[in-house]
């Protein structure tokens, strides 16, 4: 048997996808660079929403095939394809493929094996599901648009209607925070469509590998509100005591300093963690000491989360913002490389694109569009020794391969091995994950496996029960189980070598050299554990970076995702939004990875190392963009500097009642019902807006004669005349995750979970937000603490209870 596959380790899978948009798009892409072969199915009428720049991106690797399924013969030839596909990728508005005859239920007769995957707006059905299932509405409907700037007390206190911590707070200048600026944010980053690309991601690996068990298909299902629920996820919580001892953060609040400060040069840097000692000891000298005391993670002014430690962070700002103003950026860069600290430049996506050590990395690639020619674009995500992903070619042309798709005949399904034939306990069931991942980006991934049925026990350092204390960190355990080992004594490794020997998988996220120094190295283990799924994430590239600290913020610094959403282009600062997914984006994409390696384990029986990494899920969030290899500018979307849209015809206005509207005008017979609804038919005939190419050339000018007609309007009156007129729009809630834990549609699907937490009381959080009809994953077990099942596990592993209280009472593991 063959130890490595050039093809990827969804190779033999085949995929038709049906779906545009965003979210559809970027799941069918991952797919194809883990070695699946992609039929894009295009519909004759056009994609309404067709963005050019990124299309050459998102379909980089597919095949492309324009067929109409309301034609008797195309449509036969579509099933005819259907019949032995493996997974089919659909974004109809719900009940448009039933009266196509392609539905889940219809094509699951036809071929039993199917993997139908639906990515809506708001879900199958309920009062919400025929919405205009677009991003920035979905953004503006769900509130991401308030929440992404940040909230006063974090949404935590929103959620549960408690006081805000430090109330009337004295903040300091933040330009970043733009704390000046009024009403919600429009950004270029799409949370709804990545978090839902991200559900669509995880529930098809989970599906395939569930079918290779029991011989079956099937129905996976999640939409834009589920994305924008998990991209929300770590702040997304109802807790009963938000005043529980270390639970609060100010991480997310509005009033934080975001580590973001402007240098000489004029160019922005993202400092995190915030750690002044050493860089006020450096600026005090005329030329910057580059080489010199290393930070130790323990020495100087450490900063905390608590409510507290806000005010000292207040306090050191001002000074930071003076010592980095003193010198240039890449000087800054080269002190924070040679000191151990996370100082990173804020790039532009174009610049992350020509980063040489990327390139080397593969996470961005060149290739040759057949229309534009080179370019470089985001390369492959997720890592796998045994079975590499690899970008299999540039996007095709319109229509390149209808032809084939409608008169060849497909090749026969992919064999299975032995099934079962019966349901599962979720796709996962039968798993079992070790995980020892640190942080937000290492956890995440084993709760999204959690969520999919995996048992998972967490592998705990004696000392984190105060972590475990704190929302982040209970944001990213449920699900799991606890047990707490001092992994620097002989008998706490001893104890992880049972455990290993016992597991599945595998999973950390440790700097290079930490996990072999403890004898858990991949290649340490892999010969006696040849099955085992390893895996391994970083913070940047396996390369120059790869021993700095690696955190969510100086991975978007890198990848150009605070360049875009501060609408840097113009001179404004950059922007960390608070709603993100660079930490659980990575999470996300390793536990994707964990999937499909188990699908190709369940075919081949081979175990392999996989990994990725956060600057890679950030890249993802900026894959709207590629450069030319020749360096001539690509125009593409961007917002604007005051972040109100991405057009004039694309964001958001202020109305009468002093709320705000985003409004997605985006089909040119939209334009004059626009002009209708606001009044003013007269904007019809001004030659300045007669045609799309002439709004785009005076988009400033049309702005600014629609500001003052959107501002007559109240939200019952705009209502009523756009929804006369069918055009897409939606108030920008600034309650909406408040609500959400109230709101009876929510409940009856069981998007939430709650659990009973010491301290906390009553905690609830969104979960399970990816669906399956078949392999219904069991409710999730609340958010475990340090040790707290260090017994029963170690009972589970023979261990006698005089033993197990030995070795509590030396202190190589710890029990609640």
Known sequence: MAETSAHGPLQGVRVLDLSWGIAGPITTMLLADSGADVTR??????????????????????????????????????????????????????????????????????????????????????????RPALDSLVAARTGLQWDQRGRTGTSLTLIAGAPVPLDGLDVPELPASRLAQEGPAFLRSTWASLGAAYLAGVGIAGALRAREVTGRGEQVSTSLLQGAMAAAGPTWMRAEHVDAPGFWMWVTDRRAPEGLFECADGRWIHFWTIRPTLVLEAAEADVLPIEGEKDDMRSGVRIGMEAEDLVVLHHYHPLLAAAFRKFPSDQWMAFGAARNLGIMRVRSPEEALNDQALLDQGCVVESVDPQVGPIRHVGKLLEFSASPAAVRGPAPRLGGHTRDFLTVSPGPAAETGPHTGGALDGPLAGITVLDLGLGVAGPW?????????????????PHDGYWTRTSMAMATNWGKRSIAVDLKSAEGRELLEQLISRADVLAHNMRPGAAERLGIGYEQLRERYPALIYSHTRGFEDGPRSLLPGTDQTANALAGTEYEDGACATGAPPVWSRVNVGDTGNGFLWATAVMQALYHRERTGLGQRVGTSIINACLLTTSFAYARVD???VDRPRVDARQRGLSALHGLYRLADDEWACIAVLREREWPELCAALGAPDLVQDQRFGTSPARRTHDGELRAELEPLFARLSTAELGEAFDKRHLPYEISSRTFAAELFDDPEIARRSWIASAQVPGVGLLEQPARLVEFARHVPPAVSGPCQAGQHTREILAELGLPQDEINRLIEQRVVVAQ
């Open 41 to 130: 199915i295009e519909s004759p009428h056009g994609d309404p929403v067709r963005d050019e720049v990124a299309y050459r991106v998102w379909n980089r690797g597919k095949r492309s095939a324009v067929v109409d399924l309301t034609d008797p013969l195309q449509r036969w030839a579509f099933m005819r394809q259907a019949a032995t596909a493996d997974v089919l990728v659909e974004s109809f508005e719900p009940g448009v493929t039933a009266r196509l005859g392609i539905d889940a239920a219809q094509l699951s007769v036809l071929n039993p094996r199917l993997i139908h995957c639906s990515i809506t707006g708001y879900g199958p059905d309920g009062p919400d599901a025929h």
């Open 631 to 633: 360096g001539e500018p």
């Open 445 to 461: 991934g084993a709760r999204v496996l959690a969520d999919l049925g995996a048992t998972v026990i967490k592998v705990h350092a």
